[in-house]
């Protein structure tokens, strides 16, 4: 048995079983599942029954958790980081940041009242929550290395005090594994360094040989500018390479990236865009040698004249 330390009480577990979307690998896949059980270790190798799960009525469950958040305002964000901060202690890294937001009554386990500040301080941070979070979400243009319109990252996971790297990634995909797991290439602008528009038609072509290297699997996903999916007549959110492809003469690969449709020959490599702006993601799940030193580069993605 092997023992992991959580640094914080809150504790988040993905299990992620690799299949090929066959009937035949589903089974497989769905045979190992149901396999997998979580218990508390006093009941470890004994009879065990989970009690009901409980869901807290208080908890909005409609509104995305990005929208409650940016709907906070300063009392109520730093009344609430308070809270956690004495839930899930700050690391020992933490110490300076913990002393400055002391100074300004933000304290672990400490009821947060910016009524009580000074005015003058209190003014100030009113209007706290909104810089920050247009600083957070400005962050995609310094989140790791940029090559062909792809910014990313082969230091996901492991922040340290780098806070805003570490807000960014929440804010964007609430977790992420470390490099040696999987990389995030993302793009949100063509060759030409141009934002993407569904209004126009673009390609990204792959030589023969030079796929995204990756010893798990690879995906291309689709997001509407604020990262959610995008509804379209196929239902396909994303390309990966586990998709039957159509390859050209020479080995190499196009994928299409509109809004309409490229043509019933071109479909299976087509990547439905919505009507305005769009963001693209590569995921690279146990990602090669090539990424993580930085010899394999993403090709640019290409508008179509």
């Not at 992991?4 to 066959?22: D, E, F, H, Q, S």
């Not at 990005?66 to 709907?71: F, P």
């Not at 040989?209 to 500018?225: C, I, R, V």
Request: aromatic share 12%.
């Amino acid at each position: 048995m092997v023992e992991y330390k959580a640094p914080t009480n809150m504790v988040w577990i993905l299990g992620r079983t690799y299949c090929t979307g066959t009937p035949e690998d589903y089974k497989a896949v769905h045979a190992i599942q149901a396999q997998y059980s979580l218990v508390p270790l006093s009941a470890y190798g004994k009879p065990y029954t989970p009690p009901p799960g409980v869901v807290d009525p208080s908890v909005n469950m409609k509104t995305p958790v990005r929208e409650q958040v940016h709907s906070l305002d300063a009392g109520a964000y730093f009344k609430l980081l308070a809270k956690l901060m004495k839930e899930n202690p700050p690391a020992a890294a933490d110490a300076p940041i913990v002393a400055s937001m002391a100074k300004l009554g933000i304290e672990p386990g400490k009821d947060f009242e910016l009524s009580k500040l000074d005015p003058a301080v209190a003014k100030a941070l009113e209007g706290i929550p909104s810089a920050a979070q247009q600083k957070i979400m400005g962050q995609v243009k310094n989140a790791g290395v940029l090559v062909n319109g792809w910014t990313f990252s082969t230091k996901t996971g492991l922040y340290g005090s780098d806070y805003l790297q570490r807000a960014y990634i929440t804010a964007v995909g609430l977790g992420a594994n470390r490099p040696e797991d999987a990389v995030y290439p993302m793009s949100e602008v063509d060759a030409e360094g141009k934002p993407y528009d569904g209004a126009n038609k673009y390609v990204v072509h792959f030589d023969k040989g030079q796929f995204p290297p990756a010893e798990g699997f690879w995906s291309l996903t689709m997001y509407d500018a604020a990262y959610f999916f995008v509804a379209n007549p196929l239902n396909r959110y994303t390309l990966s390479s586990r998709f039957d492809f159509k390859y050209n003469a020479d080995g190499s690969l196009d994928f299409y990236i509109q809004k309409d449709s490229p043509g019933k020959g071109k479909e299976s490599n087509w990547l439905p865009a919505p009507a305005g702006k769009f963001v693209l993601m590569l995921r690279l799940y146990w990602p090669k040698a090539s990424v993580l030193d930085g010899t394999w580069k993403p090709p640019a993605v290409k508008k179509v004249i």
